[in-house]
């Protein structure tokens, strides 16, 4: 059975993906830490020099999204011509790398440029590598597969924020760095000692047309299945949905914490638990969803309809019923539904509709998540300088609701384009 035999592929995946859980968000969770060591004065709140610290952190969460953006797209057909053990080595050493100049260096210039390298390391390499090497590592059920890398970034995502309370009341703020540092160096040496599925394909087929001639069939194959070709827009839709997911997901994830403080009044340990909360709800989805598709063959298309309804009913929640009890299952939804595999499912949307090499569509289904990952940050750096904290986070809530509609209409315009293409409903 291929998924025993590349059992340690998998677990070297699914470390990587526990470590960026961490990466994705320990600059927001760290941000008046990170603010202090690159040299600004966050003693006042209300100041003007606290929110040009708040502002540098959020251009660093930028430039994490501007590392994904640029080298996603080439790291798909990177890694479809070197193969996935390379990538996922090289993408493991780059975090060792940044993770030691984040927890080192006082210069802003030096730390923007080690976020700009791990969002290269994350999309350029672990996404072009990793989401391939599950699905082939486990091909009876490659949806579930995807949506395990859901999972444990969930996991981290859940107990780092707590962990990084009790560091503060210990006083000592840097293990925040040290602990994901630590386990990058445990992903360099799994993906040194893991078998990688296409990689010993690629291995056996050197010399002959046997690999080559397998993959095109199995995209051929996928392509027989429709009646009529999708048309462009239908291709571009399924790409497009990587941004709405993407921005809504990475805005919740980085600013659930802003949030809590500064709209709803909630205490540091509160807010850090709404992330907790927001992350609990992102696991139990991952788990409930795995099931559906593994188990009951759910179409993904389905299920991407539902996240993205389900979505705008827990945004609307979280802005306009100011009651904390509310807020918080609210919060729960909104990681149920938006962070619960939702962007991994709709990759599994664009090898439906667009079949082709599982590196190539990886690449460019990111590299529209790149962008988002780049333009929120951005947004809400901006929003900040211009009318305070409180103010712009609730803006961006208000955005991330625009996206939230926007996926929902996407979404019922591919269920209506599953009909013309399959001959039957996604639903």
């Known amino acids: 059975m291929k998924a025993k035999k590349y059992l340690w592929s998998m677990i070297c995946v699914y470390m990587c993906y526990l470590t960026h859980g961490i990466q994705a968000i320990i600059l927001s969770?760290?941000?008046?830490?990170?603010?202090?060591q690159w040299g600004f004065d966050m003693g006042t709140p209300d100041s003007a020099t606290y929110a040009a610290g708040l502002a540098a952190v959020s251009s660093a969460v930028a430039a994490v999204g501007l590392g994904k953006f640029i080298s996603v797209w080439i790291g798909?057909?990177?890694?479809?011509?070197?193969?996935?053990?390379?990538?996922?080595?090289?993408?493991?050493?780059?975090?060792?790398?940044?993770?030691?100049?984040?927890?080192?260096?006082?210069n802003q210039t030096v730390a923007l440029v080690c976020a700009f390298i791990t969002g290269v390391a994350t999309s350029g390499f672990w996404d072009a590598a990793g989401y391939p090497a599950v699905q082939e590592a486990y091909p009876a059920a490659p949806g579930a597969a995807l949506i395990?890398?859901?999972?444990?970034?969930?996991?981290?995502?859940?107990?780092?924020?707590?962990?990084?309370?009790?560091?503060?009341?210990?006083?000592?703020?840097?293990?925040?760095?040290?602990?994901?540092?630590?386990?990058?160096?445990?992903?360099?040496?799994?993906?040194v000692i893991a078998p990688f599925a296409y990689d010993d394909q690629k291995k056996a087929a050197a010399g002959s047309e046997?690999?080559?001639?397998?993959?095109?069939?199995?995209i051929q194959a996928a392509k027989d299945r429709m009646l009529v070709k999708p048309g462009m827009f239908v291709k571009f839709l399924v790409m497009f949905y990587a941004f709405l997911c993407m921005a809504i997901m990475y805005g919740a994830q980085q600013y659930t914490k802003a949030f809590g403080l500064s709209v709803c009044g909630l205490t540091e340990m509160q807010s850090a638990g709404m992330t907790s909360i927001y992350t609990v709800g992102s696991i139990l989805a991952v788990l409930f969803w795995a099931f559906m598709m593994a188990k009951l063959k759910w179409n993904p298309l389905k299920i991407v309809l539902i996240d993205s309804i389900m979505t705008a009913v827990a945004l609307a929640?979280?802005?306009?019923?100011?009651?904390v009890a509310i807020i918080y299952a609210a919060i729960a939804l909104l990681g149920f539904f938006a962070a619960g595999g939702a962007l991994q499912t709709g990759l599994g949307v664009v090898q439906m509709f667009n079949p082709g090499p599982k590196g190539r569509n990886t690449g460019i289904y990111y590299t529209f998540m790149g962008a988002a990952s780049y333009t929120i940050p951005v947004v809400a750096g901006q929003l900040t300088k211009a009318s305070g904290e409180s103010s712009a986070v609730y803006t961006l809530m208000v955005m991330l609701l625009v996206f939230a509609g926007l996926a929902i209409a996407s979404s019922l315009f591919l269920v209506a384009q599953h009909k013309k293409i399959f001959g039957e409903s996604a639903l």
């Open 29 to 36: 969770q760290n941000n008046i830490n990170f603010a202090k």
């Open 76 to 106: 798909g057909e990177i890694s479809d011509r070197v193969g996935r053990k390379k990538m996922m080595i090289a993408g493991a050493a780059l975090y060792v790398v940044c993770f030691a100049g984040l927890m080192s260096t006082g």
């Open 148 to 191: 395990g890398i859901k999972f444990f970034v969930s996991l981290s995502g859940m107990v780092y924020p707590l962990f990084v309370v009790k560091m503060a009341d210990a006083g000592n703020w840097k293990m925040n760095v040290i602990l994901p540092l630590a386990m990058s160096v445990v992903c360099v040496v799994l993906a």
């Open 210 to 218: 046997k690999g080559k001639d397998a993959v095109a069939a199995e």
């Open 317 to 323: 929640g979280v802005l306009f019923i100011h009651q």
